[in-house]
């Protein structure tokens, strides 16, 4: 069974840092690329970042460039998210989220389509003074 | 930014009933649209990608169409579980971006 399990979230002030881990088990966790997605509270959902498979391609949303960094470590099975000079506005649930591998039937291959598949539980950060 | 416009914003449907919902892209997107369903205080759930495609395990009174800028999920006959909020997702190009979402009610 897929799990991804996120922790590391917490009441933090305005300019702290905070680093999220997200475990996974279940399945080759190198064979997919992760994300992080947020939702802050009463609100719909927002990307945050992605990482390929390899870790060598990272993408993040404008609202955290510069101040967020996702990383992977494939030998613990497990995805990171540090997260620099918060901001009230980051206040969130933090879900990370397994990119999507499809059989594609012309070609033989697995291939992604950016759908997520496996989402974790989430975990709270809440950024206030 | 491609930005994603869902409507409507909410519904109130009956057991039993034909629901359908609209995203619609600000530029073209193919085919790279997914659907999500979430239910209050728990983590999304994919039911459809690539436009059509369902998910392992997601009913199939649910469906997907459209192609480019417009798309549409489909729930062929509402049940009970079905009430929730559902999200559209464009993969087509970073930021990747979600829908405003559609919460489904009990009329």
């Known amino acids: 069974e897929v799990q991804l399990v996120e922790s590391g979230g917490g009441l933090v002030q305005p300019g702290g840092s905070l680093r999220l881990s997200c475990a996974a088990s279940g399945f080759t966790f190198t064979t997919y690329e992760m994300n992080w997605v947020r939702q802050a509270p009463g609100k719909g959902l927002e990307w945050v970042s992605y990482?390929?498979?390899?870790?060598?391609?990272?993408f993040s949303a404008d609202s955290v460039k510069g101040r967020f960094a996702i990383s992977r470590d494939n030998a613990k099975n497990s995805l990171y998210l540090q997260m620099n000079s918060l901001r009230v506005e980051d206040t969130a649930v933090y879900y990370c989220?397994?990119?999507?591998?499809?059989?594609?039937?012309?070609?033989?291959?697995?291939?992604?389509?950016?759908?997520?598949?496996?989402w974790g539980q989430g975990t709270l950060v809440t950024v206030s003074s | 930014d491609i930005q994603m416009t869902q409507s409507p914003s909410s519904l109130s449907a009956s057991v039993g009933d034909r629901v359908s919902i609209t995203c619609r892209a600000s530029?073209?997107?193919?085919?790279?649209l997914s659907w999500y369903q979430q239910k209050p205080g728990k983590a999304p759930k994919l039911l459809i990608y690539k436009t059509s495609s369902l998910h392992s395990g997601v009913p199939s009174r649910f469906s997907g169409s459209g192609s480019g800028t417009d798309f549409t999920l489909t729930i062929s006959s509402l049940q009970p579980v079905d009430f929730a909020t559902y999200y559209c997702?464009?993969?087509?190009?970073?930021?990747?971006?979600f829908g405003g979402g559609t919460k489904v009610e009990i009329k």
């Open positions: 530029q073209s997107i193919g085919s790279y």
């Open positions: 997702q464009q993969s087509y190009s970073t930021p990747l971006t």
């Open positions: 990482i390929s498979s390899s870790g060598a391609d990272t």
């Open positions: 989220a397994r990119g999507a591998l499809f059989y594609d039937p012309s070609t033989g291959d697995l291939v992604t389509t950016g759908a997520f598949d496996s």
